[in-house]
Every structure is written in C-alpha cells, then in structure tokens.
C-alpha cells in the first residue's frame, strides 16, 4: 500500500533544526502517519500529516480495556550522511503477532514499512550529525469504537510518532544498578509477556518505582510461577557473561511465553558468534546470579533494548544480599559488543543479513 499526503494534509514544509539535546521521549517530530481500518473497508490509505493531538470520545473502547500494541524501532544517520532504520521487517512481524494476540487486525508488513520510510524521510532534518543520537519511531495500534461492551473493537486507528532520541542512561557507557522484585510479576503463562502491548508495561511502574526508592535505575523480573529464574530487566532482555577473552560465553534467558524476544536481543546473540564467543539461551536462577558472580564465573551483565542498545549492569540489590559483578565497571565483551551493534546501526560495520534498511 502507498502512502499518500491529500492536498492540504500536510503543512508547507519548513526547515527543520536539528535536536541538540534532545534527552529521550519528547523531541518529536514535526509529522506522523495515520490511517484506520474498519471490518466493511480494511486499512485505509495512510496519510501523513503533522503532528497533532487526538480527538477521541471518551467511550474509546482501548482506553477502556487495554487493546493497544505498539512498537519501538530507530532510524540512525549513517556515516555518508544517508537514513537507515534497523530491521524494520522483524519490527513489522513482531506488530502483527502483538496484534493477532490482541484479536486486533494485521497491519500488512508493507504498509508498516513504507509508514517508515515516509515519516523518516520527511523529518530526518531534525536529527543532527552527533551517533549518539537517533529517531526513535513509535508505530501505535488501538481499539477505536466508542462503545463500551466488553469485545473487540471494530475500529482500529494505527499511528506512527516518533522522537529524537538522545541516551536512555545518559550519554556515556555507565553501568546501573538493579533491584530484584520478588513480590510482583511482569508477566504470566499464557499471557501477553512475548508480544507488546500497552497493558504489559503499565502494571511494571509500580516495580520500578520500588527500585529507584532503592537507590536503582532498573528492576530486574523474576519468572511468574517459581520467582526463580532471572527474566528481563525493565523493558530489556538480559545477558551474562561467563569467562573473559576470546573464550567467553555468552547466555540470555530462554523465551519462555512471559518474556518479549527482542530484536536487539536477536542482533546480540548474532553479532556475539561473529565475534567468536560462544552465545546460547539458558534457564538462570537468582541464586546461580549471585554465586557465580561470587565464583568469578559470571564476569559481566547487561541489558539490551532498542532504546537502551546495550547497558551494564554493576550492582544488584536483594533481600537475600546485595552483590557486585565484576569490578562494577563495564566489561570489555559488554563494551565490543555495545560497539559493534552501534557500527552497525550507522553503517560501518558489515551487515550480511540486511538489517540497515536504507531510506532513499
């Protein structure tokens, strides 16, 4: 499906000046994208226009009961001045298994893509030449009838927003501490853990406030049955390393049905084999965390997000006792790692799998 853009549903174009400090989730752009579907007509055709507030009855059926999905993805400038996004098909798929789980219609891959490249192409100029910066985009999907019965919708609008995205932590490389929660739960078995849905994160704030009363940046999940096994960290999957040089290994938790598989996630596991570590799924308990950090077997930890990219971890506070991993510094796989996905979001690293799709 092709985008198009009515006369008079966009505004004169302006120039646009980059976002110098941007910080993150508030620099947006000057456009979005926006279209609806209907079971009579199916998806209209998508328009972009500017970026406007919302006009909704308060009936609205998502805001009710929660039928919202969404996505999160990057534009980055490359370093011949050229946009790529990264992995915008992976991004498109994981949309409509989060939409199927929802009893939401399927945004068609393409139209999920060429919204992409339309709103990117328009508003790049307010990205600014600094690689620490990029666009985050934001592709929305929700419930829009105004009608309260208990059912799916039967109007569905999908957006697409984005921002200029400084660091999530910050502009430089520093670990963060992390909080264990024992008393709540991310997700369940059989729930909506694996897809990305408004309701998934709004039940974590309680969590992650309890962590930063804790003096913590981050909570740290435990599995929802045994409050056993290590999960995510935040909206991030997680990673441990074992060992030290050419002979690390690499493990993050196994997709359980109540953990997201993340794209970066997908990308580390790649980029680590590349780089000649060993790199696998594997169960790890809490207490296994914290007595191989003791052993000196787990030397380094992080969390990886496409907002985060890769952040480590230094410190863990428990109930059972608080310890640290490593020297509490970055480690060095952690920070090559970190690198070499940040090479490839800007071009210059090799990308055999085609991940950078090029905005022309």
Same mark, same amino acid.
């Given at each position: 499906m092709?985008?198009?853009? $009515?006369?008079g549903s966009v505004a $004169? !174009? *302006?120039?646009?000046? $980059?976002?110098r400090r941007p910080g993150h989730g508030d620099a947006f752009t000057a456009h979005m994208v926006a279209t609806d579907w209907t079971a009579s007509r199916g998806w209209a055709t998508p328009e972009l226009? !500017?970026?406007?507030? %919302?006009? %909704?009855?308060? @009936?609205t059926l998502g805001l009710h009961y929660a039928q919202v999905v969404f996505e999160g993805l990057k534009a980055h400038r490359r370093v011949d001045g050229g946009m790529s996004v990264f992995r915008p098909w992976d991004h498109a798929r994981r949309f409509r298994r989060s939409a199927r789980r929802l009893a939401m219609p399927e945004l068609p891959e393409e139209l999920f893509v060429s919204s992409i490249e339309q709103l990117v192409s328009t508003d790049e100029g307010m990205l600014s030449d600094d690689p620490s910066h990029s666009i985050y985009l934001r592709p929305l999907m929700f419930g829009a009838d105004a009608n309260l019965m208990l059912r799916p919708s039967e109007h569905y609008r999908y957006l697409l927003m984005?921002?200029?995205a400084g660091g999530f932590f910050g502009q430089d490389v520093e670990t963060v501490s992390v909080w264990v929660s024992h008393e709540h739960s991310r997700a369940i078995p059989g729930g909506? @853990?694996?897809?990305?849905?408004?309701?998934?994160y709004a039940g974590s704030f309680v969590a992650q406030r309890a962590a930063q009363e804790a003096g913590c940046q981050?909570? /740290?999940?435990?599995?929802? /049955?045994?409050?056993?096994? *290590?999960?995510?960290m935040g909206g991030m999957n997680m990673f441990f390393v074992r060992g030290s040089g050419p002979g690390a290994e690499i493990v993050t938790p196994q997709l359980s049905g109540s953990l997201l598989p993340g794209v970066t996630r997908d990308t580390l596991l790649a980029l680590a084999e590349r780089a000649g570590y060993t790199a696998r799924e594997e169960r790890i308990s809490l207490d296994q965390w914290r007595d191989e950090c003791a052993r000196g077997v787990i030397t380094e930890v992080f969390a990886s997000g496409t907002a985060a990219v890769v952040t480590p971890v230094g410190e863990v506070r428990d109930e059972g006792g608080d310890w640290v991993i490593g020297d509490g510094r970055p480690g060095p796989v952690t920070l090559q790692l970190r690198q070499q996905l940040v090479d490839l979001h800007h071009g210059t690293l090799a990308d055999p799998d085609g991940w950078l799709h090029r905005i022309s």
């Amino acid at each position: 499906m092709t985008l198009t853009a $009515p006369e008079g549903s966009v505004a $004169p !174009p *302006v120039a646009q000046q $980059p976002a110098r400090r941007p910080g993150h989730g508030d620099a947006f752009t000057a456009h979005m994208v926006a279209t609806d579907w209907t079971a009579s007509r199916g998806w209209a055709t998508p328009e972009l226009q !500017p970026l406007e507030n %919302l006009s %909704l009855h308060p @009936g609205t059926l998502g805001l009710h009961y929660a039928q919202v999905v969404f996505e999160g993805l990057k534009a980055h400038r490359r370093v011949d001045g050229g946009m790529s996004v990264f992995r915008p098909w992976d991004h498109a798929r994981r949309f409509r298994r989060s939409a199927r789980r929802l009893a939401m219609p399927e945004l068609p891959e393409e139209l999920f893509v060429s919204s992409i490249e339309q709103l990117v192409s328009t508003d790049e100029g307010m990205l600014s030449d600094d690689p620490s910066h990029s666009i985050y985009l934001r592709p929305l999907m929700f419930g829009a009838d105004a009608n309260l019965m208990l059912r799916p919708s039967e109007h569905y609008r999908y957006l697409l927003m984005a921002f200029v995205a400084g660091g999530f932590f910050g502009q430089d490389v520093e670990t963060v501490s992390v909080w264990v929660s024992h008393e709540h739960s991310r997700a369940i078995p059989g729930g909506t @853990g694996n897809v990305k849905c408004a309701g998934n994160y709004a039940g974590s704030f309680v969590a992650q406030r309890a962590a930063q009363e804790a003096g913590c940046q981050q909570v /740290v999940w435990l599995d929802p /049955v045994e409050r056993r096994w *290590v999960e995510e960290m935040g909206g991030m999957n997680m990673f441990f390393v074992r060992g030290s040089g050419p002979g690390a290994e690499i493990v993050t938790p196994q997709l359980s049905g109540s953990l997201l598989p993340g794209v970066t996630r997908d990308t580390l596991l790649a980029l680590a084999e590349r780089a000649g570590y060993t790199a696998r799924e594997e169960r790890i308990s809490l207490d296994q965390w914290r007595d191989e950090c003791a052993r000196g077997v787990i030397t380094e930890v992080f969390a990886s997000g496409t907002a985060a990219v890769v952040t480590p971890v230094g410190e863990v506070r428990d109930e059972g006792g608080d310890w640290v991993i490593g020297d509490g510094r970055p480690g060095p796989v952690t920070l090559q790692l970190r690198q070499q996905l940040v090479d490839l979001h800007h071009g210059t690293l090799a990308d055999p799998d085609g991940w950078l799709h090029r905005i022309s």
